[in-house]
């Protein structure tokens, strides 16, 4: 049906009306005086929301130019690093690196299953002369659902002293609690269509102090993501290049939205959500394909067994106009994904669990109607 | 007063409504059947409004990053390069070239000047073992003004033979004419909040046969900005990154606007309130700071004399609400500018010359009051 479409696939994600009509004014100078209570408002909305006070840039970029930008401006050509890899976002940051001439040493996991810690210790602690210039995590992978254990890693990290710690925080910013500042997350990368209630089209990079002295020795050429250019202008409330004034308009919107809510209320509710929306797969036969333990708070990856992962997604889409992800690379055609991430209610949750379960009921899944709703509906409302 | 801002920089310009109203659409999923038509169109459009069958590339990026793109993608370490540098921008593009470490040959002229294409003529034709890789030129000189005669440089890179010619078109582009394909124009780079008629967000460049061939041996090191992983993409109507959606959506209503009025017009539009522009600031004894025949059909600079640039536009800004530009660099204080691209309409053009009288008044600046918009007003009627 025209313009009924609901997003429930991990961005872009809904955005609520009061963002989309502040997205329609007009746009304004961006060197006037006009701007500047903007960009101070935002900025200090983001520092904020990352719980920081380290310097918060904003590009125009989507979250891959905002995570180059995350490493490029912090290393050098032949520099090592060590990249958790367990999905195609990881994947897609030993690749930049690679790109760059840094020397990579992977840390892998299985699709589906999370880094595990004790590896990155291992490599740490035998770096005895400290070659390791920098950790690159996804905390939460947007290709498998899984959250990877960014605080064990992070301490591993801080033993080690030298080394800094590149997060890649696009599906976790804003879901789930990274507190930069407590944990001494040097760089940490997101995307404005996660959990910004944003359409796309800003990246955030958060970057600490032990990051810039980096900065002032780094050799990788940059340009646009020349992240000390955006910290010079942001010190003046300004912007190195033309932003995207009306997409500033929203986030200001956004972000009073989010701090009206409260970080904490943004996590029981992602944490709640999340919660139901393995219930209910669990109710209904449907095999999640991320453990419990390292489940996203953004996003739910489902492995069905016995029906069509496109077939569901093709069905709830067409028929009931919601949109769920499917599987990327190796995985197309073997799960699907629904997104859980930003501006959606606990109302979203029933519906797209109910839509499922119809699709299901459709395809002649073996599974009894009802089950999961009513199991994501407990966990909704107690 | 609230809300009655009028934009008469060179960016952001004004928006049409029925853009903004597209803006403000809720998001859809970019690797979903609902946006691949809307990316076939968008491309299409472009390739319309380029005038060029070349690969028409869309990043999520401001003139800068789309810039800096069309150089970095066909270069290598060390590489020759000429840049015609005469003002704020061709100074940038030989920045970013030496960030990349590119030998750089700067081809000067003084702000408010055109380049000389007979300098680009003689080092062309010196280059006799072909070392020149790359010459680039800014057509529309924000800073200044000035319109350079890149059809003039260009045949003089045509009978070199080697050199690319790289071209910031970022105030050009659909203001005057640009036809990539009948110059042969290999790479050419321009932004959403010029000529489109839309906020900033987007970044567009147009990329040929020779270009491509360059780009597959070319060594600098991108992901973000690497234009082979978008050429990759549009084929088959998708984006390799997370695109701003809903700048598409606003894209595809303001392009299908700009076909609707036709290139011709849109162009004689341009010509028509730049003559006029520049017609009531002669009738104002207000000095134009580029000359006639080197005048950017996108930004008219003045130069005031016995009258200060910023009180004027200070009185223009805050009795009437009308945003005109400073002068950037060693020009603040210097020079002010008026901005006349993308939608903007003659009564536009009236509006601004009569604020500007106005606030000239109230400077007790020596002119015949009414003589501006009289001189504008012939120019716009006949």
Known sequence: MDDKLMLMIPGPTPVPEQVLLALAKHPIGHRSSDFAPIMAEVTQGLKWLHQ??????????????????????????????????????????AQICEVYGLTVDRITAEW?????????????????????????????????GVLNDLETINRYVKAHGQALIIVDAVTSLGAINVPIDEWGLDVVASGSQKGYMLPPGLGFVAVGAKAWDAYATAKLPRFYLDLGKYRKEVAKNSHPFTPPVNMFFALQVALRMMQKEGLENIFARHQRQTSATRAAMKALNL??????????????????VGVDAEQIRSIVKKRFDIAMAGGQDHLKGKIFRVGHLGFVSDRDILTAISALEAALLDLNYDFTPGAGVAAAAKMLTT
């Open 287 to 304: 095999p999640l394909f991320a453990p419990d333990h390292a489940a996203s708070p953004a996003i739910t990856a489902i492995a069905p």
């Open 52 to 93: 920081t006070q380290n310097d918060l840039l904003i590009l125009a970029a989507s979250g891959t130019g905002a995570m180059e930008a995350g490493i490029i401006n912090f290393l050098s050509p032949g520099d090592r690093v060590l990249v958790g890899s367990n999905g195609k976002f990881g994947d897609r940051w």
């Open 112 to 144: 589906g299953k999370p880094l595990d810690p004790e590896q990155f210790r291992a490599q740490l602690e035998a770096d005895t002369d400290k070659q390791i210039k920098a950790v690159i995590v996804t905390h939460s992978e947007t290709s498998t």
